[in-house]
């Protein structure tokens, strides 16, 4: 089968792979629908910490289809299930894994990142996967593309439950790829009162707009702290996401929050570049929360299922592209030139 790869110092390769074999204890999944990330196109720029020199894996971590293989140990899944995969599975022993955070295990595994992933025709799904609850069967009527973006949702739930965002509030959004636009859904369908959405891209802003925000401000053409205070009547703002990694944002949000308001560093910072200066007196003084949040867990995986299904967040305005897992090499190259917003690929 043909799969798009990264090999750790040598780079990325549309090749082909043998089939993957399922043990006893594992199943087989056909990819259904499957997203490209920022983490996959990230990994292909500057490699994972995760791989050693000369792994290769196929990439790939967002992704839903078709049990087409089970093994005779596996009690359960049924060949023919209809089912998402939440891609992050622990030690299943240490603290985090006891509370359900996988995601913050200290040993975890991901498809894609430090493993064979989702863009192929074929996954394996080890046992631990299994046992772990990471396998969910998709509600009823849920396509394929929609629920490819369970995994990416559920890093906004776990971010948005992180700041405690509370309907009649106002929001910032900086950012806005598929992960700000997402957060924006989530924030408007929990209730924000305002969402401010940030991005120099008019596109983007255009995109904000459809997903639910009701101030979009082109940061190449005005100042954001003045154009919030204003728009706030110089109160500031409940809630600050940010989501685009820069690093010159997170002060600048800082300063915009109201009393008692909350951050969020939701994207990462390049390595080497991610200090910051935060003003400590302004944290004590107005009572502000800074919070970071990476993931989700296997719950936040289901909740995220479920608001698709019911389509209380409706991902389709955050899907650009859809193009059949034939065309890996076309997607990735749409991927790597930054153009469009989420790219799904469908297989058959």
């Not at 090999?7 to 629908?33: C, M, N, S, T, W």
Request: net charge neutral; glycine share 12%.
């Amino acid at each position: 089968m043909m799969a798009a790869t990264y090999e750790q110092g040598k780079g990325f390769a549309v090749a082909a792979v043998p089939e993957p074999d399922i043990g006893p204890d594992e199943i087989l999944v056909q990819v259904r629908g499957t997203a490209i990330c920022g983490t996959d196109t990230k990994i292909i720029r500057v490699g994972s910490r995760r791989l050693q020199p000369g792994q290769r894996i196929v990439l790939g971590h967002e992704f839903v289809g078709m049990v087409s293989a089970v093994g005779a140990s596996v009690q359960g899944l049924a060949v023919g299930a209809r089912v998402g995969v939440a891609p992050n599975f622990g030690c299943g022993r240490c603290e985090a894994c006891i509370r359900g955070l996988a995601n913050m295990c200290a040993d975890y595994s991901a498809f894609g990142i430090d493993r064979d992933g989702s863009h192929a025709a074929f996954v394996k799904i080890p046992a631990r996967a299994i046992v772990q609850g990471n396998v969910v069967e998709l509600p009823t009527g849920v396509a394929w593309a929609e629920a490819a973006l369970a995994e990416p949702l559920s890093c906004v739930l776990n971010a948005q439950r992180g700041v405690n965002l509370a309907a009649g509030e106002t929001v910032l959004i900086y950012g806005l790829g598929p992960m700000g636009l997402l957060h924006t859904l989530l924030a408007a369908a929990t209730g924000a009162a305002r969402i401010i959405a940030v991005d120099p891209a008019a596109h983007r802003l255009d995109a904000a707009r459809a997903a639910g925000a009701t101030v979009t401000l082109d940061s190449s053409r005005e100042s954001v702290s003045t154009r919030v205070l204003a728009e706030t009547g110089g109160r500031g703002v409940d809630v600050a996401i940010v989501a685009a990694p820069v690093a010159a944002i997170v002060p600048e949000a800082l300063t915009l929050l109201a009393p008692f308001g909350r951050l969020c560093l939701f994207a990462g910072l390049v390595k080497g570049k991610s200090e910051v200066t935060l003003d400590a007196n302004a944290i004590h003084y107005r009572n502000l929360h800074v919070t970071g949040t990476t993931g989700g867990s296997n719950a936040d995986y289901r909740a995220a299922l479920r608001l698709i299904a019911a389509r209380r967040v409706d991902v389709r305005p955050v899907i650009s592209h859809t193009l059949p897992l034939a065309q890996l090499r076309e997607a990735y190259d749409l991927a790597l030139a930054g153009q469009g917003l989420k790219i799904v690929l469908t297989g058959e």
